[in-house]
């Protein structure tokens, strides 16, 4: 996982749940009636355990609403890994539990990663919130909004629900069902979380500590829901968990990721399947031969760094060298035509002296990689970097961070420029408000929510489709463009 942009992510809600999971009431609770709405922060792998969540808020008699005014109910789904998404999802809890005070809600109940980092004390830091949950308590999310709805109290009077993980994985391969979602996300993009947990204990990431273990999904399953959500309409996957490329290590000791991709390639409907959070230990051969020959995986790859120097990946225990990055780094460049990179990068590590920044600057110039995320280290508590000697100034660190996104916007830029004049394929999101012929549209170089966007004119478009279309100009990070063939 890196530090990505924790967006709170725009709830659509196209209220569609993949396959009905009867909750079945808890006991003498009668379904209750009413709405709910969900506020989900943080990581697209938080938005996941979100649609799980509105399934089974759906399935128990529940109506979603994508307004928090006048929902019944409101949950949070948190974000808590940085202190400033800590923050952000405080500001979303007080939100919310105003909403309430002021009439216009029922109940608030709190999940996710701030749940289960702070515990019990979020009820003390957030007054009115009905039912904090931590993120191993999601599954029973139907069974405790029905209590508080019905009996105004929350399931046998315990507003913290402290739950330890239960075996998400069974060593078989035998299908299981795929969990029920209510998708938040446009009709035609999902994404498919494939494990949860980390086994990396990277010395700055709290993650560990609040997801646990790395735990697979069984193959099967995934392949399951993977193409109920083709039947469903989505033409683009995306792959997502804190480290996809160690999927099936917990399972049978070796990565299964290009195996998973080999049936994902089969299912027809899909148009783009995309990889994020690769780790780079196990960017294996066999995977990057199965990303240049799959037809559907498109060469786009998110493979967050987090350094250069040897000195501060040993520090950030990165269990990987500078060599063994430049030499991944050519190989995929070499094995991959068309291929687009982002990365991750922190400044100010503990340690990292103006010698070893300028290292990392001038590793940036030459790598020239088409996206970049740039976060200035912040110092998490009970993580083992906040107690490493030479810590570097607050300032510094943001001064660092600012100074390595100036080079990359260059490099972005230029980049950018490079491709107007060209013909590409553009996958259209959305119609523009009030446009007839304008439309918002992403390339395969292009993720939601992180990277930019392609500004398209063209007739007879409608949102998921694949149309032709020239680039004519950049406006920041993003492109503008006319469709100029058929679309599909
Ligand atoms: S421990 Fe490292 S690999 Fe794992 S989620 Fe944190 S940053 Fe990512």
New binding site residues.
């Given amino acids: ?2 530090h990505k942009e924790t967006k709170r992510q725009p709830a659509t809600g196209s209220a569609e749940n993949l396959s009905q999971m009867s909750l079945g009431e808890g006991p003498g609770h009668p379904k209750p009636r009413g709405s709910f709405s969900i506020i989900s922060l943080g990581c697209p792998k938080n938005l996941v355990d979100s649609e799980q969540i509105g399934a089974q808020l759906t399935a128990a008699g529940l109506r979603f609403t994508p307004k928090l005014e006048g929902a019944d109910l409101i949950v949070v789904n948190t974000c808590g ?1 940085l202190a400033a998404a800590r923050e952000e999802s405080l500001r979303a809890i007080h939100e919310a539990v105003d909403l309430k005070r002021r009439g216009f809600a029922r109940a608030v109940i709190v999940t996710g990663c701030l749940s289960q980092w702070e515990g019990e004390k979020l009820l003390e830091l957030c007054p009115g919130v009905d039912q904090v949950v931590g993120v191993w308590g999601e599954p029973k999310l139907g069974e405790l909004a029905t209590a508080i709805l019905t009996t105004g109290r929350p399931a046998d009077g315990r507003a913290y629900l402290p739950l330890e993980p239960t075996a998400q994985t069974s060593q078989s391969q035998t299908a299981e069902p795929f969990p029920p979602r209510l998708r938040l996300t446009l009709p035609h993009v999902a994404y498919l979380k494939i494990a949860e947990g ?5 010395t ?5 500590k609040i ?1 646990g273990h790395y735990r697979s999904r069984p193959l099967d399953s995934l392949v399951a829901e993977a193409q109920a959500l083709a039947a469903s309409g989505v033409r683009e996957l995306i792959l997502v968990a ?2 996809t490329t160690y999927y099936g290590v917990d399972i049978i000791g070796r990565p299964l990721l290009a195996e998973l991709l080999k049936r994902l390639d089969r299912i027809e409907g899909l148009l783009w399947i995309r990889l994020l ?1 690769l ?1 780079p230990t196990h960017v294996t051969e066999e995977l990057v031969h199965t990303v240049a020959n799959c037809k559907r995986v498109i060469p786009y790859l998110d493979l ?1 760094l ?1 350094h250069i120097n040897d000195k501060i990946l040993r520090r950030m225990n ?1 269990q990987v060298s500078r060599e063994e990055i430049e030499r991944l780094l050519a190989h995929l460049r070499e094995s991959l035509p068309g291929l687009v990179l982002r990365t991750t990068f922190l400044t100010g590590f503990p340690g990292e002296t103006e010698a070893e920044f300028a290292e990392l600057c001038e590793f940036v110039r030459q790598q020239r990689f088409e996206h970049l995320g740039v976060f200035a280290y912040s110092p998490e508590p009970n993580t083992p970097a906040l107690k490493l000697e030479d810590q570097v100034p607050e300032a510094e660190r943001k001064r660092r961070a600012e100074r390595l996104m100036a080079i990359q916007q260059e490099i972005a830029f230029a980049w950018l420029e490079s491709q107007i004049g060209s013909t590409v394929e553009v996958l259209i999101d959305l119609r523009v408000p009030g446009e007839k012929d304008a439309f918002v549209g992403r390339t395969y170089a292009q993720a939601p929510e992180i990277d930019g966007v392609v500004y398209v004119t063209g007739r007879g478009l409608r949102p998921g489709m694949i149309v032709p279309c020239e680039l004519v100009a950049r406006h920041g990070y993003d492109l503008v463009a006319a469709a100029v063939g058929k679309p599909r």
Avoid: N
């Fill in positions: 996982m890196s890994f980390c086994d990396r204990f990277c700055f990431c709290t993650i560990p997801r804190q480290d959070y780790y967050p987090q990165r």
